[in-house]
């Protein structure tokens, strides 16, 4: 039933994606019938109507995605589950509105049960089981692993639930003045560290497993969980298969519930607790690109202006090295991203951080591919957000989970437009996955020994990088947003000169680089050979 996995973390690439969002767009060329569902995203031999170019599921294995994480299956409370014949199944929503049926799911209603509105029949008890079991078999027979985004931290309705009915106050964590606890953000956070809580979460992780075949979890505010719990899951998991993947979102600002009992969040900080669980590396997304929510961050190294190009460029440099000098046990537990749901897209961030990306098609071309392959050329998971390949907007808003089928929609036509950052991006995908220098995992026996910073120069806006073979061979990774030279020429290995970016004497110990040549390719630097 299941596709061949990954050996390791370190050798996934996940493409991130929602069922409405990626089969909703009048010119996907997927059915009407199966438009907004399940089976929309496995069928096969659809084009976009008006360019011809490949949309859907082949779309996907033209790009070469072996991981795909989908937002939340399950029930989730808000979206209606309308007649099957009802047209507003299909029309494409331009806002919010109370009878939507866009919504990314992050409101749970029933975890152990598929969402309704995913199916052709949702009146049909069966047919949202059968369909979604469909859709995670032909993915599997094209190759590609399903990773499940699941959100135990609370339910849309903290009181109204099977849970607080069968015991009330059992089930969530409550305050001192006795109410609902909100590290979440979301009205209530359950109590993963009472005993019942913990193994429901556990047994309906594997029920998803065993029913459905998924390949993997995704946990939304992860850290809302105790470490004992995920250390459960795992337990549970490794008896079906230690290949299936579980990470999520390790926020520091969560959980804080736990310690009066005595016990630890899941979070970033606490990583080396779980080490089984990957965790977003949100200082390696800012060093690489930057993030803007309610309150903007500086901008990343990619930017024309940036802190990380020169006093916390070693900031950067740990994030290639797999998030080095970080609270990880090794690099398998970071997840490397510049752009997920709930922020800016990568593009829209780039034009909100730098004007000339909205004047200069060419050089925001540039850019993105830059931040693009900073991300997907660092050590840990790579992860990226379908749209980023070919530079999606959403007009500069950020989680726009509710906000209608006209902003969230996937425009395949985009595709096209932007065919060269598509391939770049296959490009990418196909050297990352079959290169196993990219899949390194212990900082010390793997990483520290076949990669080494040689270039992390302040003020230069140029970083790189060596990975060598056990036979000697190597790649050399070159970085170059050198926007302060007047000389845009980049020199490689010229000691001699003051211009130089790439060679000289200077001790690299702060990255693991006391080789004390910063990056010699051979006795006369000869870059003929070189694969850059």
């Known amino acids: 039933y299941w596709v061949k996995q990954m050996s390791g973390n370190s050798a996934r690439t996940v493409l991130k994606m929602d069922v409405r969002d990626f089969t909703i767009d009048p010119h996907s060329g997927i059915s009407n019938q199966n438009k907004g569902n ?65 919504n990314w799911g992050y409101d749970p209603k029933n975890y152990n049960v598929p969402e309704g509105s995913y199916s052709t029949n949702p009146a049909d008890p069966v047919n949202r089981i059968k369909e979604l079991k469909e859709m995670v078999q032909k993915l599997h027979d094209a190759g590609i692993n399903v990773v499940m985004d699941v959100v135990y931290n609370h339910l849309y309705d903290g009181q109204n639930n099977p849970f607080e009915y069968t015991v009330p106050g059992y089930y969530y964590a409550i305050n001192h003045d006795g109410k609902m606890n909100n590290d979440v953000g979301v009205g209530n956070a359950i109590r993963s560290n009472s005993e019942m809580m913990r193994q429901y979460i556990v047994n309906s992780v594997v029920h998803w497993i065993k029913e459905y075949g998924m390949d993997g979890s995704r946990f939304d505010a992860m850290s809302d969980l105790d470490v004992a719990t995920l250390n459960a899951i795992r337990g549970a998991i490794n008896k079906i298969d230690g290949k299936i993947v579980t990470y999520g979102e390790g926020w520091d600002s ?8 005595g016990d630890k969040p899941t979070s970033v900080s606490h990583a080396k607790e779980t080490p089984e669980v990957g965790h977003f590396d949100s200082i390696g997304r800012d060093a690489i690109a930057g993030s803007h929510y309610d309150n903007g961050n500086p901008p990343g190294f990619v930017n024309e202006t940036s802190e990380y190009k020169d006093g916390k460029v ?49 050089i925001h071309q540039n850019r993105a591919e830059l931040a693009t392959a900073m991300s997907g050329l660092s050590q840990g998971i790579h992860f990226f957000q379908h749209g980023q390949e070919f530079l999606r907007e959403k007009a500069g808003a950020h989680n726009t989970y509710n906000a209608g089928d006209e902003k969230n929609k996937i425009d395949w036509e985009l595709t096209s437009k932007n065919v060269d950052v598509v391939n770049f991006m296959k490009s990418l995908l196909t050297l990352r996955t079959n290169e196993s220098l990219w899949h390194l995992k212990d900082y010390e026996a793997e990483i520290f020994k076949k990669m080494k910073i ?53 001790n690299f110990a702060e990255f693991k680089n006391t080789d004390g040549n910063r990056g010699k390719i051979n006795e006369t630097n000869d870059f003929t050979n070189a694969y850059i």
Do not use: C
């Open 314 to 362: 070693s900031v950067l440099a740990d994030s290639l090295l797999g998030g080095h000098h970080r609270s990880f046990q090794d690099a398998s537990q970071q997840l490397n991203y510049v752009e997920v749901h709930d922020g800016m897209t990568l593009s829209d961030l780039l034009k909100h951080y730098n004007q000339t990306d909205k004047d200069n098609a060419i």
């Open 454 to 506: 040689t270039n992390a120069q302040k003020e230069s806006g140029i970083i790189t990088f060596e990975l060598q073979e056990d036979n000697g061979d190597k790649y050399l990774v070159v970085f170059n947003n050198n926007t302060s030279s007047g000389d845009k020429s980049l020199t490689l290995g010229d000691t001699s000169s003051t211009n130089w970016y790439y060679g000289g004497q200077d």
């Open 38 to 102: 399940f089976l929309g995203v496995v069928e096969e031999g659809t084009k976009d109507t008006r360019t011809g170019q490949k949309t859907g599921l082949d779309y996907l294995k033209y790009l070469g995605v072996k991981y795909v994480q989908m937002m939340p299956l399950y029930d989730f409370q808000t979206v209606p589950e309308l007649d099957q014949n009802d047209p507003k199944n299909n029309s494409i929503s331009t806002e919010f509105s109370a009878d939507d049926q866009q």
């Open 254 to 261: 969560m959980g804080k519930y736990l310690y009066k009992d």
